[in-house]
């Protein structure tokens, strides 16, 4: 069974420009998160999708939109990058009420 | 927002010894939770889940559960340098849409 993979592992990205980050969930698992971690803190909350619609939301602005696709596969954009905007974005993948499998993560640098 | 409250560290436990890791959350409602390990620069690691009030032992692991004091918490027993992470709790929201983390607590087990 492979596990939850994201691309790319790390990005630097100008202000004001966009991004697009990507995440292949664990193989049966039809439900896909996003999280923004910052140095220090805990995970935070962006979306969730599950078969292919967002059914919950964190305190993200507009700016932040994603995809869910057929084979579960997923998209988080980001337009006008912020500095602050800078931190790792993990995916997390799973099924019904069980954990969550997160990726590796993409490292974000905005400059 | 609902909250999930962690004790930052760092926790430092000589090895052998039991490292005790608390964490409380505002979300009533809230019936999953979970513990996931982070070692610098990865992703979290899911090491425990539990659903009902009580104890769940799972090698030198045991989560401890009380809903009515909103409280979860783990032990690890003989702690090693390995265990040396920050521990991170979750709790699932009430809709099931979402896990919120608390910031963790860096737990540093010396040998």
């Known amino acids: 069974e492979t596990g939850v993979t994201q691309s790319p592992t790390h990005l630097i990205k100008t202000r004001g420009q966009q991004v697009t980050l990507r995440c292949s969930s664990q193989?049966?698992?039809?439900?896909v998160s996003w999280y923004q971690q910052a140095l220090g803190q805990g995970p935070q909350f962006i979306f969730q999708?599950?078969?292919?619609?967002?059914?919950g939301r964190g305190n993200f602005p507009p700016r932040f939109s994603g995809l869910q696709f057929p084979n579960y596969s997923s998209e988080l954009n980001v337009n006008a990058l912020e500095l602050d905007d800078s931190a790792l974005y993990l995916c997390?993948?799973?099924?019904?009420?069980?954990?969550?499998?997160f990726g590796s993560g993409t490292r974000l640098t905005v400059v | 927002q609902k909250e999930v409250e962690q004790n930052s560290g760092p926790l430092s436990v000589p090895e052998g010894a039991i490292a005790s890791l608390n964490c409380t959350y505002s979300?009533?409602?809230?019936?999953?939770f979970f513990w996931y390990r982070q070692y610098s620069g990865k992703s979290p690691e899911l090491i425990m889940s539990i659903y009902s009030n009580g104890d769940k032992e799972d090698g030198r692991f045991t989560a401890q559960l009380n809903k009515a004091s909103q409280y979860v918490s783990l032990l690890i027993r003989d702690s090693q340098p390995s265990d040396s992470a920050t521990y991170l709790c979750a709790v699932r929201n009430q809709a099931g849409t979402a896990l919120i983390f608390g910031k963790g607590t860096t737990l540093s087990v010396s040998s």
């Open positions: 997390a993948s799973s099924l019904a009420q069980g954990g969550y499998t």
């Open positions: 999708y599950y078969r292919e619609e967002e059914n």
């Open positions: 979300d009533r409602g809230s019936q999953s």
């Open positions: 193989s049966g698992h039809n439900t």
